[in-house]
Each structure stands twice: as C-alpha cells, then as structure tokens.
C-alpha cells in the first residue's frame, strides 16, 4: 500500500496530456482510495484514446500521447512513497521511446547509483505490487549502475534497451551517466552493436520465413514490421549519437523523403497495430484471419466490383512492408558501405560510362547518371542479367534508383532504346527472376509496366493463394526458370526437357508475366489478360504468331489445371476436345511448362504427387492424340473392345475363363474398362470370383508408375443401396480424402467401385498396415451393418478454416457426351462434407456415378457425375432447381457456427 506517512506534497505535472484533470485526481487520493482513483484514471483515459482512434485521429499522436500519460501516472505512483536521490524511475524500450500503443507493456528501469537492494527492496515491492493492483502492465529491471553495464555488455538487447531511456522520477545526472556507460564509446561500438543487430535480424526473419507476404503476418516481428524500422533507429542513432529520427536528417543520414516514407508507413501499421489492441483486448501483433475482415471495416475499407474489402486492406499492408523493407534494407546496407567499410574498396571495375563495379557490386559513376540517363535505369538490371559475377546493387546506387524512379514516364515506355532493354532483360541468362524481383521491390517494373504495378500486393481473401498476385507472378517464374537445374528436372522431367528445348524461352517468361495480370479488375482475368499481353508483344515489336500464342496461353492458362482436376481424363472424347483445342505441341509444351510452375507457385501444397500423375497423364494422351488424326472423332467402342480384350488375356493367363469373367462383370459400364487399368481390372476380377458369397470385396494398395502417388481402394458389393455416403463418412472419420471416386453399378444393383485416397499429409497410406487392416474392417462392417455407422462426422475444423463463411455454390447441366448430369458444388472444406452431400444425392434416389473432388486451401469445388433413378440425366427442372436449394441450405446451416464476423464503426485511414 502506498506510504501515508510521506509528508511529499503531489504537484501537477506540467507534461501531463490536456485532458487529464490533475488538480481533480490529485484531491481524490486525498480523500478516496488510491486503489480506485488509479483505476478510474486509467479506465478513463483508456476510452477517451480509444474514442479519438475511432474517430480517426493520428495513431503517432494516440501512442505518444498515451505515454505521456503512462508518465505522469506513473509519476504520480511513484511519489505515494518515500525515496532519495540515489534511485530513479526510468522508462525504456518502446516506452522508453515515448510510444505506448492500448496493450503494450509499460517497461520500466528502477535504477540505482550503487548496488544497495535490500535498502529499497520493500519500497520497490509495494510499488510494483500497487502498479500490479491497479493493472498496469509492466516489465521491470532493479539494476544499480554496475549491473546496467555488466547486463549491457554481455547482452546486445539489454543495451538496445539502455539506449531508449527517459526519467520519469529521479535525478536525471543518474539516468545520463548509466547512458554514458553504457555508450558506444564504453561498450558496443557503432560498428560491432551494427553487426550484432543485423544478425538479430537475420534470425528474426528466419523464423517469419523471410518474406514480407506471410498469410497472417506479425506486423512487429515479420520482415518489413515496426521492428525493422526500429533497427534503423537503432543503429543510425547509435552511430550519430542521435536522440530521435529527424536528428538523422541533419546528420546526412536519412533524406527528407526518406524520412517522410518511413514516418508515411509506421504510422500506417500503428494504425494496424492499435486496431489489433482494440479489437483483441490485449496485446496481439499476429494479423491472423480472425481480425483481417474486422479490421478492414474498422479503417474504413468497403468492398467494390472485383475486390473485397480485406483485400484492399491486405494490399496496403503489403505494400507497406514490401516500402519499409526496400527502404531498411538499403539504408541499412549504406551504413555499411558508406560509413563502416568507408575507403576500404579494394577493386573497381568500370563497364561503360554510367556504371562501375566495386568489389562485386554495381554501382553508378555519380550521382547524377540516372537524372542524365533515364535508360540506366533499366539498363542497370540488364548488365547484372548478363554479368553472372555481379553479387549485388550498391546502397548509393539504389538510393539514386528510389530518387529517380519517376523518370519512368510514358515517354520512357515509349522509347524503342527502353524497350529492347527490357527485352534484353527478359532473354539474360542469369538470374532473371531475381532481376525482376528487385525491379518490383524498387519501383522500377511496376512503373515501366503500368498493368504490373497494379497488382503489387494485391491479394485474394483465401487460403489457396498464399502470396500476392505479384509474388506469385514472380514465384512462377523463378519456378520457370529453375528448370534448368539438375535438380529441379529430376523433380519435373518433362516440364525441364521441353523448357530446355524452347526456341524462344522468354516467351514462356512474358506468358507468365502476364497471366494474372488483371486479377482485382473485375470481369474475367484471363481474358482481360491476354489483351494486355497483346499490347505488350505489339510494343515490344514480337512477330504476330508470338502474339497469338501469348494471347492463348494467357487465356488459357487454367484450362490444363481444371479438366485434370474435373473432367474423367480416362475419357478418349475428353482427350480428343482437349487435343483439338490446344492444336499442336508447340501449344501443348508451352501450357504445360506454364501450368506446372503456375501450380507450384500458388501454394506449394497444392502440387501433389496424385495431381501431378493426373497432370502428366492429361500431358501425354492429348500428346498422342495431336499425333493421331483429330479430323475425326476418336471411337471410344473401339478402345473399350481393347481394353476389355487386354483384360481377357491377363485372366486367361490365371486360368480365369471369359465367361466366368462376363458373368461377374454383367453390365458394368464401359467407362469401367476406361478409367481403371487392365491390370487392375483382372485383379479386381480375380477377388470377386474367389469371394464368398454375399460378402463385400475390398481391395486396397497404392498405386503409382514409379512411386506411390495415392492409395486405391475397390469396393465390390451385391448391394449398392446407400453405399456412397457410407464409405465417405467411414473414410472421413479415418483421416483420409477422397481424391477420385469411380462409381460403376450394374442393373442387378452390384457395385463396381473404385476411390483413390490420400490422408491429411496429402501422402498414400498402402505402407502403414494397421491402418490399411482398420481401413478394410470399418468399411466391411459398414457396408454389412449400416444403420450402425455413425454418418455425423466431428473431425476437428481449423482455427483458419473457420473464418472463411463463404456461401454454397452450386450449378448443374446435362452433358451429352457422358449421358449425365454434372453438379459442381463450390463451398467451405469442412469435414463430413462429402458424406453430407452423398446423403443428399441418396434422398434424391440420385445415380453417382463419378466424383472429382478438389480442395483449394478453404474451399472444396467438387465435381458429381449424376444420374436419376430410371439411370437418365436430370430433365425435371422443378427436381433440378429442389436439389441445388437443399444442398446450398444443408450445406451453409453447417457452416453457421463458424466464426462471425463483428460490425464495428468505421475510420477513414486513406
């Protein structure tokens, strides 16, 4: 409790912020409880911040006003007990700085000019406990002198603390001599403590991957967060022995733009950072899913044509890391070059008469090159692609870059001398990607393509595209241009064979450059698309039929992906549409290497083993269909008869007769004999015919060329009554997912079916034979008592998933070609999901007969095959519409206890 014999009078504090009543709080803890008074203040003063963040007030003046307050609080605090002028009450860290954001911690150093702990330890403690009791959130340290400069030289963090100091309570010659001590003329001289904290760093990235562009970015930690913007405060302040920021423009350190640029995006995440207080209720830095919408709305972002709120949101927040981390990373590197490595270049090349190379690194001959040679500024990124030992760009040439960058005009883009320099670029032989990588980190692609600058940082609200457009348009083409590599062929053969062989490489490189180009404008991106890619070949003086092929691999370039994933590619008439659209192997090579990349650069679990052996299948059977003749339709009766016949003679060969074959087939669809491989098919045979009658066949192995790729499971019944959502529920309890289900009944209601499964890891599961022996047991006992199967499926939903509520999609057409109804059904992944929808097909006496399921990130768009109960396509239009309106009703009712969205009132941060 606080000491009431002090005979101290409280005095005003002349710092303290204008709308705290001091003369008001100073007579209530003469006369109520200081316990109460403390609160009060504190809750007051709480909502009095919150309300001016609310109605869109400056987060710089919010934080900084707030410590101002924290300080006199504080100060009040300290006074309720007896000291002398032996210890002070010091703030450090980011409270030290002067910024406290709502939950932050409130750090503070009590400090004492000799090591004399037991003479203030029960006055220390009641102070801590009272600042506990009125709940403050402090961090403390109890340190004489002695102990700050031990503390400081054995621990880089400790001294980065020390550097940020301000008295609060105390003599103030104190607090400066533990700064001298533990200055860079004592301990960590400017040189060692920047190497310390560019090592700190480099570990801090690591953990975040070091990418700006993280799903759920920590806006304090993460590449580009606040705490890079405080390691150039740290290291440039400790250098120049400068006190705030702006000191640094006087030093010669930081330019006015820069400064202005840095202060732009802090207050930007601060803004962020005070919304995530705010809406959390405590001190949370993580940007998870659970508060990006949330905080959309509260700064003022509504959703337009093309682009959802969250979006615009999330685009800004990348924009501002990706500006903050160009920034750092370049004054940073200057601090280097042009202070700790000052006079010590050892050799010096020159290339022509704009630039020079310094030990390694490219550099422009003054400062007065880019203002004199617009061209430079693409020209410099030329000589790095065709110069392998080039390691890097200097700081002072970047810096020049970043001054300059406006220079690129539509005259500059005009110029035919800039355009063959981009084209120059785009054919270098050396590390292409990580040329237009930093093109894109300086400003200088977005500026010279227009159409490319608008999609920097754009993003798209789900979990299936990890980066933003222009981070995955990158990605694509790194993935492009690794092919060369032995080790990405061993992993991709087929896509580094053809890659390798291209007359013209860059051309895959403009298609990938553009095939999301107009993702966020509305209307369809890949044929928006292909109109840009156009005018880019048009200005760029490429030959009509180059213009042509960009044009359709722009626009098509989702057509491989999808028929792999939704259409039965077993099919021959599948193969000859999909043949007679492409047209030649010229257009095959070129979309293949481009959708592989494309399907490795969007997530990387998205390319799977199982898909890739659906991709490469679809790759080689149109191959051979190009080389065959498309004049005519392919006679699927033609290739069902041989491969019947290759069944034949592998059972002949078991001493299985034809007609014992015939008879267990019956009727079976000749899509059976399509789909599924004639190897597999007589083994499939060969069970039935050993089986006991009455008893369900259940076959399972893992299947593959030459690794496994998925596991196969065929079930056989002479039932086939309801068994579809059986076997899902069972399978999905089990862990696993269906990949492909092939279903196949005859007119004496027996089942031919075949699933192939991976389990949550997106790996086979044919080695791990407990698990393939529970497989087999659950689904025999369930296709033989199915009352007892448990249909309501509990597996656990993610924290992520949970917050994507997306309502069902849902459309249905008859195709002519495979005599079915198709039903594509778009919706949040969830589990028991395909079990749910199989009930509904069985209410609906519906006919499955194939299922292509695809989950991309939070969202499953599954593909059915249907028939009605007389095995016709749906014609009932009434039935039709019923059954797209039950499945969207049962399936979003599911997913109504998933997290909801808060309505909060919104401020306008642009």
């Known amino acids: 409790m606080p000491d009431h014999s002090s005979t101290q009078i409280l005095q005003p504090n002349n710092q303290a912020p ?16 200081p316990l109460s008074v403390f609160r009060n203040a504190l809750n007051a003063a709480r909502k009095h911040f919150d309300n001016r963040f609310l109605e869109g007030e400056e987060a710089h003046a919010l934080v900084n006003e707030a410590a101002q307050f924290a300080d006199v609080i504080l100060g009040f605090a300290w006074h309720q007990y007896q000291w002398d002028e032996d210890i002070s009450l010091i ?8 910024e406290l954001h709502p939950h932050s911690d409130i750090d503070l150093l009590i400090l004492m000019r000799r090591n004399q702990p037991q003479k203030y330890r029960e006055r220390i403690e009641n102070f801590l406990t009272f600042l506990w009791d009125i709940q403050l959130k402090i961090g403390h340290s109890v340190r004489s002198l002695s102990q700050c400069v031990d503390e400081a030289k054995a621990d880089i963090t400790v001294a980065t603390n020390l550097m940020e100091t301000r008295l609060i309570c105390g003599d103030t ?88 640029t840095l202060r732009r995006d802090e207050e930007f995440l601060w803004k962020v950072r005070y919304g995530l207080h705010y809406i959390t209720d405590r001190g949370e830095e993580r940007l998870l899913f659970d508060y990006q919408r949330k905080l959309a709305s509260l700064l003022g972002y509504s959703d337009s044509n093309g682009k959802l709120a969250v979006e615009k949101f999330m685009q800004r927040y990348y924009q501002t890391v990706l500006s903050i981390r160009e920034l750092t990373d370049v004054l940073l590197q200057y601090l280097d070059e042009a202070i700790y490595r000052k006079n010590k270049t050892k050799v010096v090349k020159q290339i022509n008469g704009r630039f020079v190379i310094r030990d390694d690194y490219l550099d422009a001959v003054d400062d007065s090159t880019f203002a004199n040679h617009p061209s430079a500024l693409l020209e410099l990124f030329v000589i790095m692609g065709e110069t392998e030992s ?29 355009r063959e320099l981009f084209m120059r670029l785009l054919k270098s032989p050396f590390k292409l990607s990580w040329q237009l990588k930093l093109m894109n980190r300086y400003g200088i692609l977005g500026n010279y393509l227009p159409e490319f600058g608008k999609i920097v940082g754009q993003t798209q609200h789900d979990l299936f595209h990890i980066y933003p457009v222009d981070v995955h348009t990158l990605e ?53 698309g292909a109109v840009d890619v156009a005018n880019f070949g048009e200005r760029h003086g490429l030959q009509k039929q180059e213009i042509s092929l960009l044009q359709w691999l722009v626009e098509n370039h989702l057509l491989m992906s999808t028929i792999a994933q ?13 043949a007679r659209h492409v047209g030649d192997q010229m257009h095959l090579d070129h979309l293949w290497v481009l959708t592989v990349a494309d399907i490795n650069a969007t997530n990387p679990r998205l390319w799977t083993d199982w898909k890739g052996a659906l991709m490469r299948n679809l790759y080689f059977e149109t191959k051979q269909a190009l080389q065959d003749d498309l004049a005519e339709p392919v006679d699927k009766s033609a290739w069902v008869r041989n491969a019947r016949d290759s069944v034949l003679a592998l059972l002949r060969a078991a001493h299985i007769s034809e007609f014992q074959a015939t008879e267990v087939w019956g009727d079976v669809a000749d899509q059976f004999f399509l789909r599924e491989r004639a190897e597999d098919i007589a083994t499939f045979t060969q069970s039935i015919i050993a089986s006991t009658a009455g008893q369900p066949v259940i076959l399972l192995r893992d299947v593959g060329v030459e690794m496994p790729v998925a596991t196969q499971i065929f079930v056989y019944t002479s039932d086939s009554n309801n068994l579809f959502p059986i076997i899902a529920a069972i399978l999905d309890k089990l862990g696993l997912n269906i990949q492909d289900a092939r279903l196949q009944t005859t007119s004496d209601n027996r089942t031919f079916d075949v699933f192939y499964v991976l389990d949550e890891r997106d790996s086979p599961i044919g080695s791990d034979k407990k698990l393939c022996e529970n497989i087999i047991s659950s689904l025999r006992k369930g296709i033989l008592e199915p009352t007892k199967v448990n249909m309501d499926v509990t597996r656990r939903t993610s924290r992520r998933l949970k917050n994507f509520t997306m309502k069902t999609l849902v459309s249905l057409r008859n195709d002519s070609e495979t005599n079915t109804t198709i039903l594509q059904v778009i919706t949040p992944d969830r589990s028991g999901l395909l079990a749910q929808i199989a009930s509904i097909f069985s209410r609906f006496e519906l006919i499955l007969y194939n299922a292509k399921i695809s989950t991309l990130g939070e969202r499953v768009e599954d593909t059915f095959y249907l028939r009605d109960k007389n095995n016709q ?13 039950t499945i969207r009703k049962e399936l979003d009712s599911r997913n109504q206890n998933t997290a909801q969205e808060s309505a909060f009132p919104s401020i306008n941060i642009r």
Request: net charge positive; proline share 5%.
């Open 18 to 33: 204008i709308f705290f009543d001091q003369k008001r709080f100073i007579e209530d803890l003469q006369s109520c409880d």
């Open 91 to 98: 703030a450090v860290g980011g409270y030290g700085r002067g």
């Open 173 to 260: 010659k104190l607090r400066e001599k533990m700064l001298k001590k533990t200055g860079p003329n004592k301990i960590w001289s400017s040189a060692k403590f920047y190497r310390g904290k560019i090592e700190e760093q480099k570990s801090r990235h690591r953990k975040h991957h070091d990418t700006e562009y993280n799903l759920e970015p920590n806006i304090k930690e993460a590449p580009g967060g606040l705490r890079d913007i405080q390691l150039i405060n740290w290291t440039a302040k400790r250098h120049f022995d400068a006190y705030r920021r702006s000191q640094l423009v006087h030093k010669g350190f930081l330019s006015e733009e820069e400064y202005l």
């Open 390 to 418: 080039i390691k890097g760009i200097r700081a002072s040439a970047i810096r020049q870059i970043r001054l300059h960058r406006k220079l690129i005009d539509e005259d500059f883009r005009n110029d035919p001398a800039n």
């Open 476 to 528: 694509l083409i790194t993935n492009i241009r690794r092919l060369v590599r032995p080790e990405e062929a061993a992993k991709f053969p087929v896509s580094s064979h053809i890659f390798k062989n291209l007359p013209k490489p860059e051309l895959i490189i403009i298609a990938a450059l553009y095939h999301d180009i107009a993702k966020g404008r509305g209307g369809n991106h890949s044929i928006l």
């Open 566 to 578: 939704r259409e039965d590619i077993s099919d021959p008439d599948v193969i000859y549409k999909f």
């Open 873 to 885: 396509p749906l014609t009932n239009e009434s039935l039709s519409t019923q059954i797209q309106q």
